[in-house]
């Protein structure tokens, strides 16, 4: 049986995770309330991030964030398709996730649930392009970061992906 992710690296050696099998098909709407059921699925797990052993825990407020949020609301086309089928790779996402960076809490709102401000990492993903026919013709890459909250309780817990973006260089081939 083949398996739904891979986790590869580009002629650069940067990691990315690979969708073998799409959940949401076709580009006329997503309804986000199902991507949202399908992301209760991570609620307490942990994953830890291999480039810098940051343990991120998926809290109960992650899935409604992903599924609507003001950058889920903005997105368009390809990127939205993307976005909402990452949502079956969000560990091996966590896992690869690079470039990590910093930022205060200065939102009123969050000074409970991001007291210790707020992290970014960069992740990539790739999913498949099929032809008329259903053959597979490529794989199109997309960047994403993840945004984690350094909660009061000392942890850092997944709250969004954000800026889901195709990639503008030479497409996976198969």
């Known amino acids: 049986m083949d398996k739904k992710v891979d986790i590869i690296k580009d002629i650069n050696g940067n990691r990315i995770v690979v969708i073998n099998d799409l959940r949401f098909k076709g580009r006329r709407s997503v309804n986000w309330c199902i991507v949202e059921e399908c ?20 809290g109960t407020d992650f899935p409604d964030e992903f599924a609507h949020s003001k950058d889920t ?14 949502s079956s790779i969000i560990k091996e996402m966590i896992e690869i996730a690079t470039n990590k960076t910093f930022a205060d809490n ?41 945004l984690l909250r350094h909660a009061q309780d000392g942890k850092l817990y997944l709250y969004d992906v954000l800026r889901t973006k195709k990639e503008t260089s030479k497409p996976l081939e198969q």
């Open 73 to 86: 609301k903005a997105l368009r086309g390809a990127n939205l398709y993307a976005k909402a089928n990452s």
């Open 106 to 146: 200065y939102a009123q709102k969050h000074n409970v649930d991001a007291r210790f401000g707020w992290y970014r990492y960069d992740t990539r993903f790739a999913i498949p392009i099929y032809n008329d026919e259903c053959n597979l013709v490529r794989y199109n890459v997309f960047m994403a970061r993840i």
């Open 39 to 58: 992301l209760k699925k991570y609620i307490g797990e942990c994953t830890e991030i291999v480039e810098t052993s940051d343990k991120v825990y998926i």
